[in-house]
């Protein structure tokens, strides 16, 4: 049974880094949703998930650039200009250009216009993910359509967005969900109007199961058997992983260690020239982004996950890292940081050990702790999965984003 037709905009589809994204639309398809995904970039990835097969939504590409498709572009503005709700449009969109002069607003003005004439009569609502440039097209193609729209934020977006637009686009969603309890607070304090909500990003487990098998007892003083470090995340600033590698160099000479990265981005070459600078390059094994199925054998074979995020000189943190999710589904303590939503699913102490951010010397000792003790190694990776398998199943969260979904398609 259809439940409503939605336009999902995205600002890239699809990327290995957001699986999130891709799994709630593969729920929001099995509760009769009829979707299309229409995407401001093409994909750069070259591999996908299994979940991104399943998914049956068509795929749209906005231009990516507006000089690589005038003919959509021009055709998009004369078929509007004359409209009046283009009029009604203009002095929103002069505003913004106003206070941010910039040619990324522009491409934004002129994507929102293909969004509307190309798409929106299509679909009854207009669902967005992530606030910042993907909304701001969102935004522009409702005023433009009268079509509604709600937005779901998650951490560079809020954080790096300036408060005016985010005010201003709250105020003209139906409804926002954010994915940590600090989010949901900073921006309802924002827009004390709005509707915003919590929704944890839910895991689907299935492609997680318990796993059967544990690593070996390893202790780090076997050097034929080392201790087996593991960081899921892009190479860029707010993940912390150059401080990581410095607490991996001053680990003590007797503890044996390896240490995995999985992830791209634009940090990774200057991460593993550092680790060369550093004398620990031959320990570092940088294996760039990877299929879902690879990272889960990694989580299995691996004894500790290590991810110690912090804020980004420009704003920018994460939000609550879906890799940590994974990793205690798979019973790995974690190492991680005290900012953003991280203490909402980490206890220190109790399911994994978190320091400050950039605290080298902390992180040392909590690396140094945990893999010369399996037995707490254990207990912590225990009560991590029991956390994740009893509060952060996707079936749990989906529940609330259809019923927001529902109440702005009866009220169209």
């Known amino acids: 049974m259809n439940k409503g ?11 290995l880094s957001e699986t999130f994204i891709a799994q709630e639309i593969l729920e929001l398809e099995r509760v009769g949703f009829e979707l299309s995904i229409i995407s401001l970039r093409h994909p750069t990835d070259k591999a996908t998930h299994p979940v991104h097969a399943e998914i049956k939504a068509s795929r749209h590409y906005l231009p990516e650039y507006l000089h690589e498709e005038p003919g959509r572009v021009l055709k998009a503005l004369f078929s509007t200009f004359l409209r009046p709700r283009f009029w009604k449009l203009l002095p929103v ?5 106003l206070r941010d002069p910039t040619v990324n607003r522009v491409r934004r003005f002129g994507q929102a216009l293909v969004l509307a004439r190309e798409y929106a009569s299509d679909h009854d609502h ?8 993907p909304c701001s097209v969102t935004r522009y193609a409702s005023i433009m ?8 934020a998650h951490a560079k977006d809020i954080w790096t967005s300036p408060d005016w637009e985010i005010r201003e686009k709250l105020a003209d969603a139906d409804w926002l969900v954010t994915c940590t309890k600090r989010a949901a607070s900073h921006l309802a304090k924002l827009a004390p109007q709005a509707h915003v909500q919590l929704v944890y990003h839910g895991l689907d487990l299935t492609r997680f199961p ?17 201790i087996r470090i593991v960081t899921v995340g892009r190479a860029v600033a707010k993940k912390g992983i150059d401080s990581l590698l410095e607490a991996l160099a001053r680990l003590p000479a007797g503890l ?19 680790a060369q600078r550093l004398g620990i390059g031959d320990r570092c094994d940088f294996r760039g982004s990877l299929p879902q199925v690879e990272v889960l054998e990694t989580y299995r074979s691996s004894d500790l996950f290590v991810l110690p995020c912090r ?25 991680s940081t005290t900012i953003s939503g991280i203490p909402e699913l980490v206890t220190s102490g109790e399911n994994g050990i978190l320091v400050e951010p950039d605290d080298v010397s902390a992180l040392v000792s909590a690396i140094e702790e945990l893999s010369s003790d399996a037995d707490k190694r254990k207990q912590m990776g225990a009560l991590g999965e029991e956390r994740v398998r009893s509060g952060f199943s996707h079936k749990q969260t989906i529940g609330e984003i259809v019923d927001l979904l529902n109440k702005s398609l009866a009220g169209n």
């Open 5 to 15: 037709r939605i336009a999902l905009v995205l600002k890239g589809y699809p990327r």
């Open 93 to 97: 969109f002069l505003k913004d250009f």
């Open 126 to 133: 207009f669902y967005v993910h992530f606030l910042h440039t």
């Open 145 to 152: 359509t009268a079509k509604s729209f709600s937005i779901s």
């Open 210 to 226: 318990s796993p059967s098998d544990m690593p070996d007892r390893r202790t780090g003083s076997n050097p034929s058997d080392a």
């Open 256 to 274: 044996c260690w390896q240490w995995v990265h999985i992830g791209g981005g634009p940090l990774r070459d200057e991460l593993q020239a550092q």
């Open 311 to 335: 804020i980004d000189e420009n704003g920018d943190r994460d939000g609550l890292p879906n890799v940590i999710v994974e990793a205690q589904s798979q019973r790995l303590p974690v190492i």
